[in-house]
């Protein structure tokens, strides 16, 4: 089947704890993508890696970390959390370029 | 920020209405896409419409785009109460690269 799994899917932690939240996909994309979402902001997209050893940033970068050694993996890493970045975290992967994104089951980050 | 924005923020509809959703973009785009969203859960995917195309249909969705006033619409026909959900769109930046969504649309429809 066809998907996007990541872990963990709910996490609390202490401000400055480092964490990563680990992101795969079994479609053979190309372009990965993390996003979070909060409420009355929608989704916003924090960084982006168009393939392999490839990423940028998106709107939102501060304070996040990402990394793409394999193709299928895209790890989202916060080195230094703070409770600014409490909110719903998806990532999302692409065939090629802007067309249809699937998504992961979402990951629920709260920092204290 | 190119963000779109979704409009109206909040619809409530009887079952076998249809449901109207807009949306409002900033720059120009090569294709327009349509989410959905229940609750908490991760997005799926519902049309895409390229910025050459000015309408498409699936099923009981008709999504119209209109590059001049740099907007869209999401027509949910016969709408049921499983149709309840959150509604997104998504634009891509001209070099497309990046993806950007709207603040979304919930839509709740009653049995």
């Known amino acids: 089947e066809a998907q996007v799994t990541q872990n963990p899917r709910y996490l609390i932690t202490v401000t400055g704890k480092k964490l990563t939240v680990t992101c795969s996909q079994n479609?053979?994309?190309?372009?990965m993508s993390w996003y979070r979402q909060d409420p009355g902001l929608g989704l916003r997209q924090i960084y982006y890696?168009?393939?392999?050893?490839?990423?940028d940033k998106g709107d939102v970068p501060e304070g996040y970390k990402v990394s793409r050694k394999e193709k299928r993996n895209f790890p989202l890493i916060l080195e230094s959390p703070s409770p600014n970045q409490t909110s719903l975290y998806f990532c999302?992967?692409?065939?090629?370029?802007?067309?249809?994104?699937?998504f992961g089951p979402g990951t629920r980050l709260t920092v204290l | 920020s190119q963000q779109g924005e979704e409009d109206p923020q909040a619809l409530s509809i009887q079952e076998g209405e249809n449901a109207t959703m807009n949306c409002s973009y900033k720059t120009s785009i090569n294709n327009l896409q349509w989410y959905r969203q229940n609750s908490g859960r991760g997005l799926v995917h519902l049309i895409l419409?390229?910025?050459?195309?000015r309408e498409k249909h699936s099923g009981r969705l008709r999504v119209t785009l209109d590059t001049s006033k740099k907007s869209s619409s999401l027509l949910i026909t016969a709408s049921r109460a499983a149709d309840t959900a959150s509604y997104f769109c998504a634009t891509d930046a001209h070099t497309g690269n990046q993806f950007y969504f709207g603040t979304g649309t919930s839509l709740t429809v009653i049995p």
């Open positions: 419409i390229r910025s050459n195309e």
């Open positions: 999302a992967s692409t065939a090629g370029g802007t067309d249809t994104q699937y």
């Open positions: 890696s168009m393939n392999v050893e490839v990423t």
């Open positions: 479609m053979n994309h190309e372009y």
